[in-house]
């Protein structure tokens, strides 16, 4: 409701990475909530789709608040929390690129279902920042954002990275 001041979000401090832009919340000419698992590749993305339209100003974005999640799964098996646990694919890959010594391995055909899982975006139908909306979803269709995801371990869209 107008004029009723929100609560900023609170979370765990060792979760203050899921938070963008916060300090800019208020005025910000586009929110943007992601799946949790997307965190790794989010700069990257907001980099790109800024090239794209540069004449968006602030953007603020967070990435499923969560303190209990297979994200943590890789630091508590350094941290000798865990001896091993399930993680997504893009887990691995960015443990990977942040040079832990982890090690993934293939659950199989059978368990695998990468082919399966589907994520959708929409904007709000009566959101402050309709148009810069459509442009961020316009973006995440685009070759340069599925070739970003591909890269970070997510499967892209079909036909858009060779």
Known sequence: MPGIPVPYPTIPDERG????????????????????????????LITAFRKTHPDI????????????HHRETPERILNGQADV???WATEIEHARRSGLPLEGVDVGVDLDQ?????????????????????????FLLSMEAQRIYHSYGFTPIKDTVN
């Open 17 to 44: 990475d899921d938070l963008h832009g916060l300090e800019d919340l208020e005025r910000a000419e586009l929110v943007i909530f992601m799946a949790g698992n997307q965190f790794m590749a989010m700069e990257e």
């Open 57 to 68: 100003g602030p953007i603020y974005y967070e990435t499923l608040l969560t303190t209990v």
């Open 85 to 87: 646990g399930p993680v």
């Open 114 to 138: 990468h082919d399966r899982v589907e994520y959708y975006a929409c904007p709000l139908k009566n959101g402050r920042n309709q148009d810069n909306g459509r442009y961020f979803l316009e």
